[in-house]
């Protein structure tokens, strides 16, 4: 079974300042990691993936994520948040030797206040 | 270069009525994922079809929901004798064949049925 948690439903940050989402997950084989953003109304869109390789992604939008084996997380960050930012944030793991199925977190809303 | 397209966007049925609920992937993609988003929810999934087979239903419901993607056209979801909790939204997503199984989900807008 594979799973994910977002333990924070809200982050509200100032603008310009640095923004952290988190993200744990749980899988049995080799982790797949994926973050998500859906704007009110709207579909979800990648911002970035892990995979393999380095631990640091760089994705869509200025944003980038840390992968940590050892806690088992895959924080979003993202150096200056922007007003623009502000959405609905998922996490999404799958499960590297059980392809297809991608389990996704509840979602974190994320509030940038200019 | 379409994305995925769902159609209808907004579906309105009343109780007992049947909802279908399309999505046409991506150019190339043979993957095809269904998820449901309840109000103030994450993204549940229901099923992961390739043409002609479901490989992974394992979040349908048991009863009234079925869902197909032919040989040709688009994807079906299949809702019957819809009830008020079957209001959500419906995302369809789509994705490369697996082989690897890094290929990252493409969603479409979504499809918000209401049940009267």
């Known amino acids: 079974a594979q799973s994910v948690a977002q333990p924070e439903d809200q982050v509200n940050v100032a603008e310009g300042n640095p923004l952290t989402v988190k993200c744990t997950y749980s899988v049995s084989g080799n982790p797949y990691l994926f973050w998500y953003v859906q704007y009110p109304n709207r579909g979800l869109q990648f911002l970035l993936k892990?995979?393999?390789?380095?631990?640091l992604v760089k994705g869509s939008y200025g944003f980038e994520a840390e992968f940590n084996k050892s806690q088992t997380s895959f924080h979003l960050k993202k150096p200056s948040a922007l007003v623009s930012d502000s959405a609905l944030y998922f996490c999404?793991?799958?499960?590297?030797?059980?392809?297809?199925?991608?389990?996704f977190g509840d979602g974190t809303t994320l509030t940038v206040k200019p | 270069n379409a994305g995925v397209m769902q159609n209808p966007r907004h579906l309105v049925r009343r109780r007992g009525q049947e909802a279908r609920l399309r999505c046409s992937p991506m150019?190339?993609?043979?993957?095809v994922y269904w998820y449901r988003q309840l109000p103030e929810e994450g993204l549940k999934f229901m099923v992961y079809l390739q043409k002609e087979n479901i490989i992974d239903e394992s979040g349908m419901p048991k009863e009234r929901f079925s869902a197909e993607f032919p040989k040709e056209g688009p994807s079906i979801l299949r809702i019957q004798q819809v009830v008020r909790g079957d209001s959500a939204a419906y995302f369809c997503?789509?994705?490369?064949?697996?082989?690897?199984?890094?290929?990252?989900?493409?969603f479409g807008p979504g499809t918000r049925l209401t049940v009267t």
């Open positions: 150019k190339g993609h043979s993957h």
């Open positions: 892990y995979i393999t390789g380095d631990n």
């Open positions: 997503a789509s994705s490369l064949r697996i082989v690897g199984s890094s290929y990252e989900q493409y």
């Open positions: 999404a793991v799958r499960d590297g030797e059980n392809a297809g199925k991608s389990t």
